[in-house]
T-cell receptor, first 111, second 113 residues
Framework: NAGVTQTPKFRVLKTGQSMTLLCAQD?????MYWYRQDPGMGLRLIHY???????AKGEVPDGYNVSRLKKQNFLLGLESAAPSQTSVYFC??????????FGSGTRLTVV | EDQVTQSPEALRLQEGESSSLNCSYT??????LFWYRQDPGKGPEFLFT???AGEEKEKERLKATLTKKESFLHITAPKPEDSATYLC??????????????FGKGTLLTVNP
């Protein structure tokens, strides 16, 4: 009964490095989302997907790219990391309007 | 633009001292209002969904209510294990915003024994 799994859980990057965060869900959900959570800012939507092969921009998409090649996976990429991208990243999935299931988060520090 | 404002930002209670958290919202058309609980270092955990004014839902010591402009999360006789950040979010009807949630900044609840 895994739900939503995020990898890695922690990561430290140097400015300019790239990385990919992986989100996997085993609930056959259509909708998947990437949020970032910062102190005093709450959860802000980065990108989302309404189905396999589709992606769309959220509130704060700049500096991030996403891909949804398989229904169960949603990848978040940082091509050239910046200190402003230091945050906790949460993936969520939803099968209907009854609410999201969140992963446990990835804590990213960019130095 | 959908907006969600939660108050207070932080609330400290003694065990057994009942209180309420507020979530006021502005949305073009409300599909649903959601309450989540978030413990330190973890992802938000779903509590309730409310769909229409007048609706109420309960779970153990928590009761959520909804009006046309705000929602309240009532906590009755809280225990220390109720300490967490409580998040409110709205989901709007309409094309581009379907199924996206807009979150408030949360209320940090601390219950002292």
């Amino acid at each position: 009964n895994a739900g939503v799994t995020q990898t890695p859980k922690f990561r430290v990057l140097k400015t300019g490095q790239s990385m990919t965060l992986l989100c996997a869900q085993d609930m056959n959900h259509e909708y998947m989302y990437w949020y970032r959570q910062d102190p005093g800012m709450g959860l802000r939507l980065i990108h989302y997907s309404v189905g396999e092969g589709t992606t769309a921009k959220g509130e704060v998409p700049d500096g991030y790219n996403v891909s949804r090649l398989k229904k169960q996976n949603f990848l978040l990429g940082l091509e050239s990391a910046a200190p402003s991208q230091t945050s906790v990243y949460f993936c969520a999935s939803a099968g209907q309007v009854y609410g999201y299931t969140f992963g446990s988060g990835t804590r990213l520090t960019v130095v | 633009e959908d907006q969600v404002t939660q108050s207070p930002e932080a609330l400290r209670l003694q065990e057994g001292e009942s209180s309420s958290l507020n979530c006021s919202y502005t949305v073009s058309g409300l599909r649903g209002l959601f309450w989540y609980r978030q413990d330190p270092g973890k992802g938000p955990e779903f509590l309730f969904t409310l769909y229409s004014a007048g609706e109420e839902k309960e779970k153990e010591r928590l009761k959520a209510t909804l009006t046309k402009k705000e929602s309240f999360l009532h906590i009755t006789a809280p225990k220390p294990e109720d300490s967490a950040t409580y998040l409110c979010a709205v989901q709007a009807v309409g094309g581009g915003s379907n199924y996206k949630l807009t979150f408030g900044k949360g209320t940090l609840l601390t219950v002292n024994p």
